[in-house]
């Protein structure tokens, strides 16, 4: 058993355990607790795959802006207003129908050869690397995704911005 | 590494659709208020001008652009026709409605534009993530314009909506893209369709990711059971933007998913042969529940909605018999599309006319509509028969092509599944005419304060000469259509 095996193992034990806090948590701010410490741990999975871009980016942006965002949107509601899961009437058949899914997912994963023909050796992925298949074989892509940003914050703007009146 | 990436002038209609957007922007600062209508012209000008490019740059070239990513050929060519026209259109029809209800006018033709740069990528994609990227930024651009009267609640709960089923089921394609990545190594069509068609091939993960991607794309285009968010989104969202959302919106989704069937599935024939049942089931399923329910809907936008979800099913049952006939069926499919916006077109547009400054919304608030503006009932009238698939009009010769072709492909029982859907659709577009000419109205002169103005005129006008011409002498269109066919030999 390499280094490796054992850091990743005890990044996934924190991450899986995490991310059911998140769900079984009955307290909403715990839940977004757990939240970020299972943003964190996957920007732990990017740096044992030696993609420490990535896992500054997850840092940044699920780590900080996200979970910020919905620490921000807990303090500006009000507890009680939250309806419970259990006032929908259907969540028993949508948590057989998430087992389901789960059970078919992780069968057709040990059927596959995915995880026995996976390469054993990681190669790093450089910011250098991923810089350059940006800007020239995803160079069409990433224009586009200029774009996206653009209608997003114009939308932000448009939605949010105050007018007197209408009607 | 980079392949053909010396064309980038094949891609001049999507640079000049970007600088025209922007240009959109920036005329919006400088138009003052109260003339916001003026965008929404230079717009116009602009796409027409941008038809005439779109013709004289790619216009019979079939060249992959872009490490293959992007595929420019005749099918991207008259889907980008379509597209730029429906966007015309939808610009020229909201502008009395976009005056009357809506703030921040000018970033609404901005955002109307940016749509059809994310229409026009997605047809020509070749490759997922760059399909996903301009489904995105077509999803962006319709979720603000869904929400845009925000001082009406009905529309704030319709964008709501929209943004998270369209998140999720982006999120579900993504995930599916991201299994069949894991087996394959590569997003192009192509490298996928290599190794599904591999025989024997049968990697559950490769199937499950495959499976999602439909599912998303599925959720995109209404399919039932992926179609709930449709009727209350259409029903809250502005009436320009429900006739662009079950129009342009509706035929890029459908033209993504065509080309992710030729592309990806249709080489692997084993893998087809299941899907196709599958298609099927959907295609039923969705004809059966969108016109089943529209029959009991109230409100004229909640019935369009069921009968949009009901054409789906019809366009989903063409895609069925890919592969067991030649080309034909894609050329019917896309007459089919085009007839079917032309059509839809003449009653939104009459709809929105009638609409855009009161509160109806009710079938039988249109009632004596007919007295007192005879040629906007005509219009919806004329629209709705074409629409059930009535002769003389374009909707009776699209399914006419459409069915038989599907009938050629051996699918004859699908072919009269959907001819019943038709003659359900009948009755339901019936009981809205019935309530136009026939119902007495509750108060006189219940439509007396519609005024509509000329760029309406022109589109009522052009539609319903157009939803007759193509419906008597399709010809022209067909040959045109005649050649993205090729695609299926």
Same mark, same amino acid.
């Given at each position: ?14 991450? =899986? ?122 160079? =069409? ?27 | ?23 959109? /922007? ?17 717009? *116009? ?89 301009? #489904? ?99 029903? +809250? ?8 959302? !079950? ?9 993504? #998913? ?5 592309? *990806? ?13 599958? /298609? ?46 030649? +080309? ?5 499919? +896309?007459?089919?599309?085009? +007839? ?55 909707? /009776? ?23 019943? !859907?038709?003659? *359900? ?52 269109? *067909? ?8 695609? #299926?030999?």
């Amino acid at each position: 058993m390499n280094m490796h095996l054992v850091i990743f193992s005890v990044i996934s034990a924190v991450l =899986i355990s995490c991310a059911l806090g998140v769900v079984i948590s009955r307290n909403i701010v715990h839940s977004a607790l757990f939240l970020l410490f299972a943003l964190i741990s996957v920007a732990g999975i990017y740096l044992v795959l030696l993609t420490e871009f990535l896992a500054i980016v997850q840092l940044l942006i699920y780590g900080g802006a996200i979970v910020i965002v919905i620490l921000f949107a807990l303090m500006l509601t009000r507890n009680e207003e939250y309806p419970r899961i259990q006032n929908n009437k259907l969540w028993p058949i949508a948590g057989i129908l998430s087992v389901l899914v789960l059970i078919t997912l992780s069968v057709s994963y040990f059927q596959s050869d995915v995880i026995r023909n996976a390469s054993t050796t990681i190669s790093p992925a450089g910011v250098k690397s991923l810089g350059s298949s940006l800007f020239t074989t995803w160079a =069409i892509p990433f224009e586009l995704a200029s774009l996206v940003l653009l209608v997003a914050l114009i939308g932000a703007i448009v939605i949010a911005r105050s007018d007197k009146g209408g009607n | 590494m980079i392949e053909g990436s010396n064309n980038l002038l094949l891609l001049t209609p999507e640079f000049v659709l970007a600088g025209l957007a922007l240009l959109v /922007f920036t005329a919006d600062l400088i138009i003052p208020e109260g003339k916001k209508e003026w965008v929404g012209r230079i717009a *116009v000008v602009g796409l027409i001008g941008l038809l005439f490019v779109t013709a004289s740059t790619v216009m019979g070239i079939t060249q992959p652009v872009y490490n293959n990513f992007l595929l420019v050929d005749h099918y991207s060519f008259v889907f980008k026709m379509i597209f730029i026209t429906v966007g015309i259109i939808t610009i020229l029809m909201s502008e009395e409605f976009v005056k009357t209800n809506l703030t921040s006018q000018g970033e609404y033709y901005g955002l109307v534009l940016l749509a059809i740069l994310g229409m026009n990528i997605l047809v020509q994609s070749q490759e997922f993530l760059t399909a996903y990227i301009s #489904l995105e930024l077509l999803s962006f651009c319709l979720y603000v314009l869904v929400g845009y009267s925000k001082f009406n609640p009905k529309s704030n709960e319709a964008a709501i909506k929209y943004i998270i089923f369209g998140t999720f089921s982006s999120a579900i394609l993504l995930y599916g893209l991201s299994m069949v990545y894991s087996v394959v190594g590569s997003t192009l069509y192509s490298d996928i369709a290599q190794v599904l068609s591999t025989s024997g091939f049968m990697d559950p993960v490769a199937m499950l990711g495959i499976t999602f991607i439909m599912i998303g794309i599925a959720f995109k285009l209404g399919i039932v059971p992926f179609h709930s968010w449709i009727p209350d989104v259409y029903e +809250g969202a502005p009436i320009p933007v429900t006739a662009y959302l !079950a129009i342009g919106a509706k035929i890029a989704a459908f033209a993504f #998913l065509a080309r992710v069937v030729i592309g *990806v599935m249709l080489p692997a024939e084993e893998l087809w042969s299941s899907w196709k049942i599958i /298609f099927a089931i959907l295609a039923i399923s969705t004809m059966v529940i969108g016109n089943g329910i529209a029959i009991v809907q109230t409100k004229v936008k909640r019935m369009l909605a069921y009968s949009s979800i009901g054409h789906s099913g019809v366009l989903l049952s063409g895609i069925v018999v890919f592969g067991s006939t030649n +080309g034909i069926v894609l050329e019917s499919l +896309g007459y089919y599309l085009v +007839g079917y916006a032309v059509t839809s077109f003449a009653v939104f547009s009459a709809i929105t006319a009638v609409t855009y400054n009161n509160n109806i919304e009710l079938i039988k608030d249109f009632a004596g509509l007919s007295d007192e503006k005879p040629l906007l009932s005509a219009s919806i009238a004329i629209g709705l028969f074409s629409l059930a698939g009535l002769p003389l009009f374009v909707g /009776f010769t699209i399914k006419f092509y459409l069915f038989s072709s599907i009938s050629i492909g051996g699918y004859l029982w699908l072919a009269g599944i959907a001819v019943l !859907a038709s003659l *359900v659709s009948l009755y339901y577009y019936l009981i809205m005419i019935k309530s136009m000419y026939v119902d007495v109205p509750e108060q006189e002169r219940a439509h007396a304060d519609i005024t509509v103005r000329w760029p309406m005129w022109i589109v009522i006008i052009l539609s319903i000469l157009m939803t007759i011409a193509l419906g008597i002498y399709p010809d022209p269109l *067909v040959n045109q259509l005649n050649e993205i066919s090729d695609l #299926l030999k």
